[in-house]
């Protein structure tokens, strides 16, 4: 069977999905550099992020955690992740300092996964990050752009 010609192939690397893709990545990227050198960072955690050791998937946490905390299991389910996978990052992120395990005060039987102080710091290092990374974006692209991207892309993830 003969190949498409180019053309007719093109759509793989263009098609909506992949670009909204690669654009998360960089974005994400862009957060973690950010953050790696973000002067409030505790230097220990900065260095792990300066040396690629935290990655987007951490941020998953940072993202998802509520401020009263969270069982695993919404922690999971609200990150679209697996209860193992989300335990192996919380586990990463309890030996780094950024959270502990209590008992939930409604299920003694439950632990909830909660902030510690330097991940509250953590946490507000990440809130920079977005903000510049934000306005970066807006830079780029322009603001006009930039406002009907996150309003289309906020009525598809709603939809």
């Known amino acids: 069977m003969l190949a498409p010609p180019p053309a007719a192939d093109a ?5 909506l999905g992949r670009l909204m893709g690669h654009a998360l990545r960089r974005f994400d990227e862009r957060v973690l550099t950010l953050m790696a050198h973000d002067l409030e960072v505790p230097l220990a955690l900065s260095n792990l992020a300066a040396r690629g050791q935290v ?3 951490h ?3 940072t993202r998802h955690l509520g401020l009263d905390g969270s069982r695993l299991t919404d922690l999971a389910a609200s990150a679209g992740m697996s209860k193992q996978a989300m335990g192996d990052l919380v586990g990463q992120c ?3 300092g950024l959270v502990r395990r ?3 005060p409604q299920d003694a039987r439950a632990r909830r996964i909660c902030f510690t102080d330097t991940g509250l710091a953590w946490l ?3 809130r920079r990050a977005v903000t510049q990374a934000e306005a970066e974006f807006r830079a780029a692209v322009g603001d006009e752009v930039a406002t009907v991207v996150a309003l289309g892309l906020e009525a598809y993830a709603g939809s």
């Open 59 to 61: 941020i998953h946490i």
């Open 94 to 96: 309890e030996a780094w």
């Open 55 to 57: 990655s987007a998937a």
């Open 124 to 126: 507000q290092a990440f």
């Open 11 to 15: 759509w793989r690397l263009t098609h």
């Open 102 to 104: 209590e008992a939930d």
